[in-house]
């Protein structure tokens, strides 16, 4: 019989093994939702950093082309490439600094553009200018800013771009006068190319970009002699304020009498260029812009400022300052009045001595990290200075009134200025001995080695040959300087490192557009109007301003805007064209003279835009008319009519 003791196992046992079962794969079963969860955060996660990334992808591929942003350089590096900066490696010297051709560790040779002048706010400027505006220009036909290297507590400030081996437009056409300049289809394609690049600035960069100084030393030329627009320096932005509908007249003020400045009006500025010759003025006239308070004018050092235009102020240093009664406008503008109103010779003297004596120009400064290696200055070229600061205090001592009535009274026409600057010389040197207690008298012969006696003797050498004008000899004087060997501190440079053309600030007189040079607004039209001065010169190859023989008709060529204008009225237009050109087409010539008087008009509404330029020069559109004042027999509608060719 069973006993009690067989009884069967205790539930509990059972139940405990049921209890286990569930329990595990709870466990199972949160674990692998807990791993899958995880995991499909993870999936987000990781697909989220994916997609932002992508969502940022634009701006970093950006960064990763190398062409867009420049890259920075150490100065060592440069230094190297460019052996020390040595002289046999300068290419030129602009306003901002010297230009070095380099070669950098890769072998791309490059040019290197070195800021000489530590301190200058204006310099620094520029070069913050150029690596924000041109850095990302991307056009065939501007140079490319390559790189940077910026030290501002040293003020190592340099930019680098690419080697344009034919060096700049100024050298080639006018210094070494390469024949591979003097076909016709060569002049005509630079023309085209220079267009085409300001086209690209003002109608297609968004905002447009004012290049604000073309001239022939910003045109560079590549190993093909094609041509690139270069310098970003005094380039701007045209705000959205000033893209008013005006005509790019901007704010301009033009009253009845051609003036545009506002009764604070103090104008120029005379100093000559230490280092000028005739043949070098036209690239030689600058209006300097000072946008920082320090620099603002001073009685102390004479500066005298403009308060009108785009920047807070037109200084100069040392000078002369004009009359309110003669604006920048109206002096400007007497150029061509000389011309069309026939020369006499009494005018075109207050002319010249008038557009001689607004030239600007300041002494460079010397840069020590940059001269210790390449030394530039030498103590005859102090002596130069001095004399020409000396003469040109004398010359801005003299006002318009005392100049007029003296050469009314005058006796001995060339000589009037040399009796009173040697008057003035002996005046402060007596001043000065007699503050020494020294009272010897000056002999005449403290007027011996005067800056000007040189130029007596080039005139007396000269004289025996043609009998000359008292202007004639004035401006044969200066660009006597240089035909004479006359040295100074940048005469020293080799002549393949060619000599700045300007130390220029803001634009460049003859190139620089009227309504600009005179405080108004920049605009794209200031830009079209120095357009026009470069068709001219490249297709009559000389500079702007020119006196190339000494007889009085000859000086009606001196200016060659109002030269074309002559020959425009005259029927004459390609007189105009340089004797040195081969395979000349006449009809192309004479679309480009007669676009650049469309450029050269005096408002700049009327002025045709860079697009319709581009048009006639491309073939695409009509050739243009003369303006009208300037046409022998005006037509009725002489502006632009662009028609495309098989259009309507
Ligand atoms: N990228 C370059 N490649 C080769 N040569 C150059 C290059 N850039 C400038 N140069 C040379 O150096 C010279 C000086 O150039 P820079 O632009 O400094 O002055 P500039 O145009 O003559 O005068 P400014 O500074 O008054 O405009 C030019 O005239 C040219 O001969």
């Not at 901002?96 to 040779?109: E, R, T």
């Not at 109103?341 to 020590?368: F, Q």
């Not at 068709?535 to 009606?556: C, H, T, Y």
Request: hydrophobic share 35%.
């Amino acid at each position: 019989m069973p006993s009690l003791s067989a009884a069967p196992p205790p539930l509990t046992v059972s139940h405990r093994h049921h209890h286990h079962r569930p329990s595990r794969l709870f466990i199972i079963l949160a674990t692998s939702i807990t791993a899958s969860l995880i995991i499909l955060l993870l999936t987000i996660f990781l697909l989220y950093r994916k997609l932002s990334r992508n969502r940022t992808a634009p701006s970093e591929t950006h960064q990763e082309n190398p062409q867009k942003l420049p890259r920075r350089f150490s100065y060592s590096l440069l230094r190297r490439a460019t052996a020390a900066f040595s002289p046999s490696n300068r290419l030129g010297h602009g306003g901002f600094g010297s230009v070095y051709k380099a070669v950098l560790p890769s072998g791309l040779s490059v040019a290197v553009k070195i800021m000489d002048s530590p301190g200058s706010l204006q310099g620094e400027r520029e070069f913050d200018n150029e690596l924000s505006i041109a850095s990302v220009l991307n056009n065939p036909n501007i140079v490319s800013l390559l790189g940077y290297s910026s030290d501002r507590r040293r003020r190592r400030l340099i930019l680098v771009y690419e080697l344009m081996p034919n060096r700049s437009l100024q050298d080639a056409l006018f210094d070494r006068k390469c024949p591979e300049l003097m076909p016709w289809r060569k002049r005509f394609e630079i023309s085209l190319s220079v267009a085409s690049a300001l086209q690209y600035l003002h109608h297609i960069c968004n905002p447009p970009v004012i290049h604000g100084d073309i001239k022939p030393s910003n045109i560079l030329l590549n190993a093909d002699f094609e041509a690139k627009i270069g310098d970003f320096g005094l380039a701007r932005l045209k705000s959205e304020e000033e893209d008013g509908d005006d005509g790019g007249r901007g704010r301009e003020i033009i009253g009845d009498n051609g003036s545009i400045l506002e009764e604070n009006e103090s104008v120029l500025i005379s100093e000559f260029e230490e280092n000028v010759g005739m043949d070098r003025l036209p690239d030689s006239c600058v209006v300097t812009v000072l946008d920082s308070p320090e620099m603002v004018a001073t009685p102390a050092t004479d500066k005298v400022s403009l308060s009108e235009g785009n920047f807070d102020r037109i200084s100069v240093e040392g000078g002369m300052e004009r009359k309110k009664g003669g604006s920048g406008r109206d002096w400007w503008w007497k150029q061509e009045t000389s011309a069309i109103d026939g020369l006499e010779s009494g005018r075109v003297k207050d002319y010249v001595m008038e557009w001689i004596g607004n030239e600007i120009s300041k002494d460079r400064p010397k840069n020590e990290w940059v001269e210790s290696k390449s030394s530039i200055a030498s103590s005859s070229g102090k002596m130069e200075q001095k004399k020409q600061k000396r003469r040109l205090e004398w010359w801005a001592s003299l006002d318009e009134g005392r100049m007029r009535k003296r050469e009314k009274n005058r006796k001995k026409p060339r000589e009037w200025w040399k009796e009173e600057f040697c008057e003035e010389l002996v005046r402060k040197k007596k001043k000065k001995k007699n503050n020494n207690n020294n009272n010897k008298e000056l002999s005449s012969s403290s007027c011996r080695d005067l800056w000007w006696q040189r130029d007596e003797d080039s005139i007396n050498e000269r004289k025996t040959k043609k009998k000359k004008s008292s202007i004639d000899w004035w401006l044969d004087g200066l660009s006597g300087d240089v035909r004479n060997g006359r040295r100074n501190s940048l005469d020293e440079i080799p002549k393949s490192g060619g000599i700045s053309s300007t130390p220029s600030m803001r634009g460049t007189v003859c190139y620089i557009a009227p309504e600009y040079g005179g405080g108004g607004q920049i605009s794209e039209k200031c830009d079209v109007y120095s357009f026009g001065v470069l068709l001219l010169v490249l297709v009559s190859g000389r500079r702007p301003l020119q006196v190339m023989a000494s007889p009085i008709s000859e000086f009606e060529r001196a200016n060659l805007i109002s030269w074309a204008r002559q020959l425009a009225r005259n029927g004459k237009l390609l007189d105009l064209v340089d004797p040195s050109i081969h395979s000349l087409d006449k009809e192309q010539a004479s679309v480009c003279i007669t676009i650049a008087l469309q450029c050269l008009q005096r408002s700049a509404s009327k002025r045709p835009s860079m697009k319709e330029i581009v048009a006639v020069l491309s073939g695409e559109a009509e050739a243009p008319h003369l303006p009208f004042e300037f046409s022998p027999s005006p037509p009725s509608n002489f502006l632009f009519k662009s028609q495309r060719k098989g259009g309507e």
